[in-house]
């Protein structure tokens, strides 16, 4: 299933965020921090925005995907996957080593691994 997006939704969607960060940062007492947030938010959404004569910043964008960007995409996805799961796992064994619980480590470990089997057996379901 493809999905066709406009120009202006990883741009909008960038800012949106920044702003949800912003309130969240003001609300925890540190409106600079989220003004500082705002703007790194909003520089990568102008960046894809104006940066269009670039292959990747167009696929990153949404417009002029193809095979094999989406191939790129699935690749990056996984290997960014794994590092969060490995931070994961580190971050749970120094809680543990430190006599603490794990958590929240824990319950985010269950999450990936949980995900992942239910991503396994969907997609050989499926195929």
């Known amino acids: 299933m493809q999905i066709h997006r406009s120009k202006w939704f990883v741009p909008l969607f960038a800012v949106a965020l920044g702003l949800v960060i912003f309130v969240a940062q003001w609300i925890g007492g540190n409106p600079s921090s989220g003004l500082g947030s705002l703007a790194i938010m909003t520089?990568?959404?102008?960046?894809?925005?104006?940066?269009g004569r670039s292959?990747?910043?167009r696929g990153l964008?949404?417009?002029?995907?193809?095979?094999?960007f989406r191939q790129i995409d699935i690749q990056a996805t996984g290997i960014?996957?794994?590092?969060?799961?490995?931070?994961?796992?580190?971050?749970?064994?120094?809680?543990v080593a430190r006599g603490q619980d794990g958590a929240p480590y824990t319950w985010l470990g269950a999450i990936a691994g949980l995900a992942y089997l239910a991503a396994i057996v969907g997609l050989r379901?499926?195929?």
């Open 55 to 57: 292959e990747t910043i």
């Open 80 to 95: 960014a996957g794994t590092a969060v799961i490995i931070a994961i796992i580190v971050a749970f064994i120094v809680e």
């Open 43 to 51: 520089a990568f959404g102008a960046l894809i925005l104006v940066g």
């Open 61 to 68: 964008r949404g417009d002029g995907r193809d095979e094999r």
């Open 125 to 127: 379901l499926r195929g």
